[in-house]
């Protein structure tokens, strides 16, 4: 697959100077990322019966750069700002997900305006590294988050019941779920139990798996009052589902089968109670089309919008 240009009905400025303002605002005025945030507009709020749509872009941070057959699809940061530009100008997108260097240039950019803000807390379980199931904390903070004006924070929480590196990741899950708690911010937790084979990190996917690391999950934390779960679509996604109470959202990874197929697969999920929407990166940032503005478009199109009305 390759992701060097947008489909024609994408169109963005390629001079590849069009991102240089923000170096000189980082170089001259690093304050300006603070008064961004605080200037910005807030999404009006969650309601029971809307269905979110949030973009995730925390990918790189990781080092996570692949998109399919291409290892390097995420790398280029002037081309991941323009789909995500692409993305968050659809009025049905929420909101962002994102590591810190990305949510500040999408805060200079002025790109998040009546958005939901998610911020990327644990990156140090680097993509292939020794220690990887080791996914120390090095991203966004609760005390930053809340600084920031943010909704919440998101934290992989990959389970390896072979890596003494586990019960670290647990115990720092918890406190992050609780420091959010604290200042009444979402906790999104994304559970796998995962394996090491011939050196990779794999979480594995069986419905039963899924749902063992829903239930370790959700008992994460001294109060679970403020905390989501962050689920792959998989087989018999109503069991799943009766596997928690808490508001769920759906992400994208990367997927196997056509896109048609993912759509299905997330429009059934969807339909299913406690589901609560989308939190979808490279499915939609990078479609094998390129059609950035057409994936957005279509995913909005599968979520609910039918507020339910109080008596």
């Known amino acids: 697959m390759t992701l060097t240009s947008l489909a024609s009905n994408n169109a963005v400025d390629d001079d590849p100077r069009r991102y240089e303002h923000l170096s000189t605002i980082r170089l001259e005025d690093p304050g300006a990322v603070a008064r961004a945030a605080k200037s910005r507009r807030r999404h009006p709020g969650l309601k029971s019966g809307r269905q979110n749509f949030i973009v995730a872009a925390d990918h790189p941070a990781r080092g996570a750069l692949a998109v399919g057959s291409d290892p390097v699809a995420m790398a280029d940061r002037r081309q991941l700002l323009d789909r995500l530009q692409i993305a968050l ?3 049905a997108v929420d909101g962002v997900l994102a590591s810190p260097d990305i949510m500040d240039d999408l805060l200079l950019l002025g790109a998040l305006d009546g958005k939901l803000v998610f911020g990327s807390m644990n990156r140090g379980g680097l993509s292939g590294l020794v220690n990887e199931f080791d996914d120390r904390f090095t991203g966004h ?4 988050l809340e600084a920031l004006g943010a909704d919440g924070g998101k934290m992989l929480t990959r389970i390896c019941l072979g890596d003494p590196d586990t019960v670290a990741t647990l115990e720092a899950t918890a406190k992050a779920i609780d420091s959010l708690a604290e200042r009444k911010l979402i906790a999104m937790v994304e559970p796998f139990l995962s394996v090491r084979e011939n050196g990779r990190v794999r979480n594995d996917l069986s419905t039963n798996a899924v749902i063992k690391s829903i239930a370790i999950a959700e008992g994460l934390g001294s109060t679970s009052a403020y905390t989501w ?3 792959p679509v998989v087989a018999e996604m109503e069991r799943v589902m ?3 109470t808490m508001p769920t ?3 994208g990874g990367d997927p196997d089968g056509s896109q048609d197929e993912v759509f299905a697969s997330w429009q059934a999920a969807l339909a299913l109670p406690g589901v ?5 990166g490279r499915t939609l940032l990078y479609p094998a089309d390129g059609d950035v503005a057409g994936a957005v478009a279509t995913a909005a199109s599968l979520l609910n919008h039918t507020t339910e009305v109080s008596e």
């Open 89 to 91: 100008a659809n009025p």
């Open 141 to 144: 903070t609760a005390a930053a």
């Open 229 to 231: 779960m962050k689920l």
């Open 242 to 244: 009766a596997a928690t």
């Open 249 to 251: 959202v759906l992400l």
């Open 276 to 280: 609560q929407g989308l939190t979808v």
